[in-house]
């Protein structure tokens, strides 16, 4: 199996993107730490990977927290694998100049912060072990209105993701992005129907493959981007977006 006898973490693993991943990894032989805040919803995926055979531990952990995210890290044997799935407080439907400064520096405070200290703490074990892979999400494309602070944020975490890039290359400790366009079919069911079709129609008819990349694409590229076949790919983006962004 492709990550057979690797130690991954996935932060924000109870959601439905971080839980997705944390499966695939699991099934490509991967032992999964699988962190958030919600133990009893952590709960819930480890046993899904228990029941088909793999291996997962749940920690209750505040990513935003530096003392959790530090004293996690620590408590592991290894970590090979490091990946932030984490949610964020958006203020979409306005336009910038309409936000308070608070409203602005949120979502821009909050990604950076829980990137740096996660990736701070998985690149320390790293270092050690002289191998790695930090993997971020989101990315970075084409400019749109009305997002809030959404896309300051992912590049923020974009900036960071190319300087521990180069800072973490000699240590051979890989850091890339899955860049994506949105996975509708993570939207939450407490979403109104008719909202959850428009975003999932308006998200398909950006790309070139008229789909949107879903919850099992993204858990297969993360398998890909952690393994040994992508040992070549570090500080870039990794484009799942289905032809929505191309570069």
């Known amino acids: 199996m492709m990550l ?3 130690s991954a973490v996935v932060y924000g693993a109870a959601g439905p993107i971080g839980g ?20 009893e ?4 995926v480890a046993d899904e990977i228990r029941a088909n055979d793999g291996k997962a531990e749940i920690a209750v952990v505040d990513a935003l927290d530096e003392a959790s995210v530090d004293e996690h890290a620590a408590s592991l044997d290894r970590i090979d694998i490091s990946f932030n799935l984490i949610g964020h407080r958006q203020y979409f439907g306005k ?3 309409d936000l308070s400064l608070a409203e602005v520096e949120e979502p821009v405070r909050n990604m ?3 990137y740096y200290l996660t990736s701070r703490a998985a690149a320390r074990r790293m270092i050690e072990q002289g191998s790695g892979v930090i993997l971020t999400f989101g990315g970075y494309g084409d400019p749109a209105p009305n997002l809030g602070a959404f896309q300051a944020g992912f590049g923020a975490v974009e900036a960071l993701r190319r300087t521990l890039a180069a800072e973490l290359g000699p240590h051979g400790i890989r850091v890339l992005t ?5 996975i509708p079919e993570s939207n939450p069911d407490t979403y109104p129907e008719d909202f959850r079709r428009e975003v999932a129609e308006h998200t398909a008819a950006q790309t070139m493959l008229n789909r949107a990349a879903t919850l099992s694409d993204v858990g297969a590229a993360a398998v890909f981007a952690a393994s040994d076949l992508a040992r070549s790919i570090t500080g870039t983006a990794l484009n799942i977006t289905a032809g929505a962004v191309v570069n």
């Open 4 to 6: 057979e006898n690797k």
């Open 20 to 39: 997705a991943v944390a499966k695939a990894f699991a099934a490509a032989g991967a032992s999964v730490h699988l962190a958030g805040r919600t133990a």
């Open 95 to 97: 336009p910038l100049i």
């Open 112 to 114: 950076l912060r829980t």
């Open 41 to 44: 919803r952590l709960e819930r």
């Open 178 to 182: 899955l860049q994506t366009n949105g």
